[in-house]
Nanobody, 125 residues
Framework: QLQLVESGGGLVQPGGSLRLSCAASGFTLDYYDIGWFRQAPGKEREGVSETSSSDGSTYYSDSVKGRFIISRDNAKNTVYLQMNSLKPEDTAVYYC??????????????????WGQGTQVTVSS
């Protein structure tokens, strides 16, 4: 059974950093495109970043471009999301998921499956 588990969330002050981890079990991550999404209370789930398994290319939403970095460590079967210069509007539950539908549209939630349980990120002073 494909399973993803997120960790690394917490409370951080504005301008601070956090690194989220997405660990896989039951499958090898390096065969899958992996996406990070977030959902704030009362808002739709939003795509944040995606990494390709085929060529290592990455994609970022405009809201996090230049501040967040996605990476993968295939030896550890883990994908990371390094979040820098955090803002209060980054507060959300962050999820990782594996792409299950081949598409040229990045970060469309309907194309992803095996969602983790999420990890809470709170940016506040």
């Amino acid at each position: 059974q494909l399973q993803l588990v997120e960790s690394g969330g917490g409370l951080v002050q504005p301008g601070g950093s956090l690194r989220l981890s997405c660990a896989a079990s039951g499958f090898t991550l390096d065969y899958y495109d992996i996406g990070w999404f977030r959902q704030a209370p009362g808002k739709e789930r939003e795509g944040v970043s995606e990494t390709s398994s085929s060529d290592g290319s990455t994609y970022y939403s405009d809201s996090v471009k230049g501040r967040f970095i996605i990476s993968r460590d295939n030896a550890k079967n883990t994908v990371y999301l390094q979040m820098n210069s955090l803002k209060p509007e980054d507060t959300a539950v962050y999820y990782c998921a594996a792409r299950v539908v081949v598409s040229t549209t990045p970060l469309l939630a309907a194309d992803f499956g095996s969602w983790g349980q999420g990890t809470q990120v709170t940016v506040s002073s």
